[in-house]
């Protein structure tokens, strides 16, 4: 049975399917207890049921899981078994549908789209077919250094340190009497990008940097670097010359004329730019006042930390009401410094920033937030978790310098510099 009103990710949702979770003394191999999962869901002994062989090796389901589950974030297999669909995501977490509700898992939309190495590409995945007796972990590797331009020899990850070679070849190969195994996919992160191979021939690639610029997100930029370096790679993560931009600036620290001095673009369209001015030092019961100045609208907060929130959720939700009649807007916030609300005894920070965060993806925009310290010395057991990205800032004898690290992916970029304007 084939749903064609359900996503996979929407069947999927708690309401959609049922859960189960490995135990610390679990000792059984993952696909034991996928049987002993689907006989649950079905109210059957699993030993009565048709073999998961038939649609999956279920030795190789277990070698998939079997790598240090840090290196496995976005990891997962999707099938069909028994007219159930069944998701396995490490550390060995299984979700089944529980009713025959099967996504079509050969639709034209990638399974990579569907999931939450170098700067902000093309949005668009992009396709490889394979044939099943080809080595998989090859053709991976090749359609990756494709994807970045790059000779095979110069990746720098290891695809073994991220999915087990032989059992990402071995999952969907067809039976032995050439019955072919075609209805799932197996997903995982490798250098930056969302790879995912489905049983009937197709690897479909996507950067997962690609990803967060199409559905949104927010990125901590943070390093121990003089101020210039600063504006550097705002100029660098805000120059985007072919799309109308609504600019939304949160300062701290720095004044709106110096901010100016270094804005982007130079003459910014009337209305694109929003400056919201947080006057810590002022402590009054008028919220804001607002001004007009070099085609910036302006708006002075003053009071607490939690008013200057209030004042950037409220100026990012005003942009989904506009967005509805003009689709080409995109909205940008860029945050000059966190340092006030780190050192605020009254204020935590994560509590502070997940709604703001909230607001940005909930309009398909990117939040950029400084925070001028080197990142090992940052909690970032307590803040990590808000980001969908953070770029590390260092000043080498080659100049200013950034890398990514990209958390779904699991992958970190090398040093790379810094240009102004692209």
């Known amino acids: 049975m084939v749903s064609e009103q359900h996503t996979i990710r929407e069947i999927f949702q708690s309401e959609h399917c049922q859960h189960f979770r490995p135990t610390e003394d679990d000792s059984e191999t993952l696909s034991i207890r996928l049987s002993e999962a689907m006989g649950t869901v079905l109210d ?38 028994h007219d159930h669909a069944i998701r396995v995501r490490q550390p060995g977490e299984i979700h089944i549908t529980n009713e025959p ?63 087990n070679p032989d059992a990402l070849n071995e999952l969907f190969q067809p039976l032995a009497d050439g019955t072919p195994r075609t209805n799932g996919y197996v997903s995982f992160g490798f250098e930056g990008y969302f790879i995912t191979v489905s049983g009937n021939g197709v ?114 939700a005003m942009q989904e009401e506009y967005g509805r009649d003009n689709r080409l807007i995109d909205v940008q916030l860029y945050v000059d410094t966190l340092q006030p609300v780190m050192e605020a005894a009254s204020t935590d920070i994560a509590t502070f920033l997940h709604p703001i965060c909230r607001a940005v993806r909930g309009v398909e925009g990117l939040g950029y937030y400084t925070l001028p310290q080197d990142r090992d010395s940052l909690p970032m057991d307590k803040i990590g978790s808000v980001f969908d990205a953070t770029i590390e800032l260092r000043v080498s004898e080659r100049g200013p310098e950034q890398r990514w690290i990209l958390p779904k992916t699991g992958y970190t970029t090398e040093w790379f510099p810094i240009i102004e304007s692209r």
């Open 44 to 81: 059957t002994d699993s030993r009565t049921l048709d073999p998961l062989y038939n649609v999956v090796n279920p030795e190789a389901l277990d070698e998939i899981f079997t790598l240090d589950s840090a290196h496995q974030l976005s990891t997962e297999v999707i099938f069909s078994w």
């Open 101 to 163: 509700l099967v996504p079509e898992l050969d639709a034209n939309l990638p399974l990579a789209t569907e999931f939450a190495g170098a700067p902000f590409g093309s949005t668009d995945a992009i396709t490889y077919e394979y044939a099943p007796t080809n080595d998989l972990g090859t053709e991976v590797v090749l359609a990756v250094a494709n994807a970045i331009g790059v000779n095979s020899q110069a990746v720098t990850e290891r695809l073994a340190d991220r999915i």
């Open 203 to 316: 690897i479909t690639i996507r950067s997962e940097l690609a990803q967060l610029k199409e559905n949104g997100g927010n990125i901590l930029v943070a390093g121990d670097v003089p101020s210039d370096v600063f504006n550097a790679e705002r100029s660098y993560l805000m120059n985007e010359p072919d799309s109308t931009c609504y600019d939304l600036f949160a300062l701290l620290d720095r004044s709106p004329t110096v901010l100016q001095r270094h804005a982007t673009p130079a003459q910014p369209l009337p209305g694109t730019v929003e400056i919201i001015d947080y006057q810590a030092t002022v402590r009054s019961t008028a919220a804001a006042t607002s001004s007009q100045q070099e085609n910036a609208q302006i708006t002075s907060i003053g009071g607490t930390l939690a008013d200057l929130q209030t004042a950037l959720i409220h100026s990012v």
